[in-house]
């Protein structure tokens, strides 16, 4: 239960990302805010990364559990 819970909120991350245009990726400080009309190629790819450990993996572990 607390994994679709997780994806619930991964969800709601990945929707307010694609509403704004800004995306948080990597650790460093530099680079933590990669923006749409910027970066496009480093912002689609943090989303995919989102979407597939936000979303993809707890439904997995959901399911299999």
Known sequence: MMMLV????AVLLIG???F???AM????ADKI???REKTPGP?????????IV???FPILFA???
């Open 16 to 18: 307010l990302e694609l």
């Open 63 to 65: 399911i299999y559990a």
């Open 20 to 22: 704004t245009g800004c």
């Open 54 to 56: 936000g979303i993809g």
């Open 33 to 35: 805010v990669v923006e």
């Open 25 to 28: 990726f990597g650790w460093a």
């Open 6 to 9: 997780f994806a619930a909120f």
């Open 43 to 51: 912002y689609w790819f943090a989303i995919a990364l989102h979407t």
